[in-house]
């Protein structure tokens, strides 16, 4: 027997024209096999469209609640770990560049000698910017040094005063407290 | 859509805390219920239900108040969960999951319901016949009488594919009720042929 259309039309699920709707009749009248598949379905979505609903057990939105305290935070300790993994991981690559690229670029003999070099430079910098400052400090008055002592050490405490708190607050809040779950 | 429930969306997209709270009291029930036709489990379903209103208030933007907030609740509800199905075929190490310290539950053990009624059983041997897309279709059409093209919105789906997919998906399940009913039945003959002691 051909069962097409007429198998089709049952798993359709939408209503039929008349005509077709007749047509069906007449073969699930003659189609023992069709009848017992739409009797299936039909037994099917009746249990779909009539099995209780689910619920969760009480006080599930209290549950969510507490659930989204620790999510936050969960999320801001990810971010600030993720933040230190990424700078870490971009200062190490900064001096593998400069290491490849000395390697590269001269022998160790070189690079010894220019590492010495630099340092000796830097250091008869250092001295001769002291010596600049001494023989400044011998022609200024007493209260201007102790002036312009007091606000460098200002700055020096301000400056650190700052550091400290973002680092406080970056790892207390995260970087940005909207940023996307991946 | 309701005036407290407009007010609620308009202060949650604010950030409003409490009034999404609001939302996740009014819509537990048909989540948790999707979650847990999905999913088959008590407390899967209870972890994917919180998930999914956790996305929602992430993503609280993206909601566009001219459609169903119940629908988008839903898609995500589905997407989670059709996710979770695939990852238990293959459960791979996720980098997300090194990374993370383990919460301490947050579900306070709800006890077991023994409430598993024989209605629930046979609703749940059908639906696991289906693939997760497959079922995650069928419930939202059935259930929650989404349109062919809900659905596929929902779903990320072409509407011809949605079409495609209810139709072998209801074939299945018709196939799998016969199945089950003969099964059923040859059951019932063959207790009825064993002597009783
Ligand atoms: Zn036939």
Redesign the interface.
């Known amino acids: 027997m051909n069962h097409q259309p007429f198998n089709?039309w049952l798993?359709?699920?939408t209503p039929l024209p008349a005509a077709q709707a007749e047509e069906l009749r007449q073969h699930l009248q003659t189609c023992p096999d069709c009848r017992?598949?739409q009797e299936?379905?039909l037994?099917?979505?009746h249990?779909?469209?009539t099995?209780?609903?689910?619920?969760?057990?009480p006080?599930?939105?209290n549950?969510?609640?507490?659930?989204?305290e620790?999510?936050r935070l969960?999320q801001q300790?990810?971010q600030v770990?993720?933040t230190i993994l990424a700078l870490a991981g971009a200062v190490l690559l900064v001096l593998l560049g400069l290491l490849i690229y000395f390697a590269l670029t001269s022998s160790f003999a070189d690079l010894f000698a220019s590492m010495i070099g630099t340092s000796t430079q830097v250091a008869v910098g250092l001295v001769q910017i002291g010596e600049f400052f001494q023989s400044l400090l011998r022609f200024l008055p007493p209260e201007v040094t102790a002036a312009a002592w007091f606000i460098i050490a200002s700055w020096i405490c301000s400056l650190c005063l700052a550091w400290v708190l973002s680092v406080w607050r970056i790892s207390r809040k995260g970087v940005s407290s909207?940023e996307?779950?991946? | 859509m309701s005036n407290p429930e407009t007010e609620w969306l308009q202060r949650s997209l604010q950030g409003d805390?409490e009034a999404f709270?609001s939302l996740?009291?009014r819509y537990?029930?048909?989540v948790?219920?999707l979650c847990?036709?999905m999913l088959g489990d008590?407390f899967e379903?209870?972890d994917a239900?919180?998930e999914t209103?956790?996305?929602a208030?992430?993503?609280i933007q993206r909601y566009d108040p001219q459609r169903s907030f119940a629908t988008w609740l839903l898609s995500i509800a589905a997407h989670y969960c059709i996710d979770q199905q695939r990852k238990r075929r293959a459960p791979i190490l996720a980098i997300?999951d090194l990374?993370?310290?383990t919460?301490?539950d947050?579900?306070?053990d709800?006890?077991r319901t023994a409430s598993q009624?024989e209605?629930?059983l046979?609703?749940r041997k059908?639906l696991e016949t289906l693939n997760a897309q497959d079922r995650s279709a069928?419930i939202l059409r059935?259930?929650y009488d989404f349109s062919e093209e809900e659905i596929a919105r929902a779903l990320n789906l072409s509407a011809s594919a949605v079409k495609s997919r209810?139709?072998r998906s209801?074939?299945a399940?018709?196939?799998q009720?016969?199945a089950d009913?003969a099964r059923a039945a040859g059951k019932e003959r063959k207790q009825d042929e064993s002597p009783a002691f």
């Not at chain 1, 549950?63 to 989204?68: D, E, S, Y």
């Open positions: 089709s798993y359709e699920d017992r598949q299936a379905w037994n099917v979505r249990m779909l469209r099995t209780e609903a689910a619920r969760p057990q006080g599930f939105s549950r969510w609640q507490a659930g989204l620790a999510r969960r300790r990810r770990r993720i909207h996307e779950l991946h | 805390e709270a996740v009291e537990q029930n048909p948790f219920n847990y036709r008590e379903a209870e239900a919180q209103f956790w996305r208030y992430q993503h997300d990374l993370e310290e919460l301490p947050q579900a306070p709800p006890e009624t209605e629930q046979a609703m059908l069928i059935y259930w209810l139709f209801r074939q399940l018709a196939r009720f016969m009913a």
